[in-house]
């Protein structure tokens, strides 16, 4: 059972949220929060698995919120749940820890399955976003993964997640994602199983 957490500053939206992912067997929410700063308590006092943050709130805003949370409680998986998917919101977001970037028009399967992969550990982001990432990280074909991504994505191809990745390779989960969006962007893919496959038809595995 996936212990979830949802947090926006809409009323409306949070019961929305909450009625349709509590009707899934495999999900409870557990909780709710209006606010960044409400988010950061109501996630020490409860320790979800999952977190579905709001990018833009008063009281302090999803990035921050999620810094926080990913520092005090490295085993709650964030995923930013917004209408807003500029450049610099998506990046602020990977860099505070975020373990996903979804739109607010996602469907309700997508939804499911990314709070799924997220409590496995998997990073999670829309299409649109993964496009995003995938421009502005983009680097020419001919150049190849340095040792620490060959290692990262070796150990993807074994199946192993972010979490323990990290711990494989004594570096942080933050860390590990970082090392994924940067393969992501050299091999011109959007997920983890393109790039090891990606990587294997080019002899980089």
């Given at each position: 059972?996936?212990?979830?957490?949802?947090?926006?500053?809409?009323?409306?939206?949070?019961?929305?949220?909450?009625?349709?992912?509590d009707?899934?067997?495999?999900?409870?929410?557990?909780?709710?929060?209006?606010?960044?700063?409400?988010?950061?308590?109501?996630?020490?006092?409860?320790?979800?698995?999952?977190?579905?943050?709001?990018?833009?709130?008063?009281?302090?805003?999803?990035?921050?919120?999620?810094?926080?949370?990913?520092?005090?409680?490295?085993?709650?998986?964030?995923?930013?749940?917004?209408?807003?998917?500029?450049?610099?919101?998506?990046?602020r977001?990977?860099?505070?820890?975020?373990?996903?970037?979804?739109?607010?028009?996602?469907?309700?399967?997508?939804?499911?399955?990314?709070i799924?992969?997220?409590?496995?550990?998997?990073?999670?982001?829309?299409?649109?976003?993964?496009?995003?990432?995938?421009?502005?990280?983009?680097?020419?074909?001919?150049?190849?993964?340095?040792r620490?991504?060959?290692?990262?994505?070796?150990?993807?191809?074994?199946?192993?997640?972010?979490?323990?990745?990290?711990?494989?390779?004594?570096?942080?989960?933050?860390?590990?994602?970082?090392?994924?969006?940067?393969?992501?962007?050299?091999?011109?893919v959007?997920?983890?199983?393109?790039?090891?496959?990606?990587?294997?038809?080019?002899?980089?595995?």
């Amino acid at each position: 059972m996936i212990r979830l957490l949802i947090v926006d500053d809409h009323p409306v939206v949070r019961e929305g949220l909450r009625g349709m992912l509590d009707a899934d067997p495999g999900i409870t929410v557990v909780g709710e929060a209006g606010s960044g700063d409400e988010a950061v308590t109501r996630a020490r006092d409860l320790t979800p698995d999952v977190i579905l943050m709001d990018l833009r709130m008063p009281g302090g805003d999803g990035v921050s919120a999620t810094q926080r949370i990913v520092k005090e409680h490295p085993g709650s998986r964030v995923i930013v749940l917004t209408t807003y998917e500029t450049d610099q919101d998506i990046v602020r977001a990977v860099e505070a820890g975020a373990a996903g970037y979804l739109l607010k028009d996602t469907s309700r399967a997508d939804l499911l399955n990314a709070i799924t992969a997220a409590a496995r550990g998997e990073t999670v982001l829309s299409p649109s976003v993964a496009t995003k990432l995938v421009s502005r990280m983009r680097a020419p074909v001919t150049e190849s993964l340095s040792r620490r991504e060959t290692e990262v994505l070796g150990l993807v191809a074994r199946g192993l997640t972010n979490a323990e990745i990290g711990r494989e390779l004594f570096i942080s989960e933050t860390t590990v994602k970082t090392h994924l969006l940067r393969i992501f962007g050299k091999l011109g893919v959007s997920d983890r199983t393109a790039a090891v496959t990606t990587a294997l038809s080019r002899g980089l595995l």
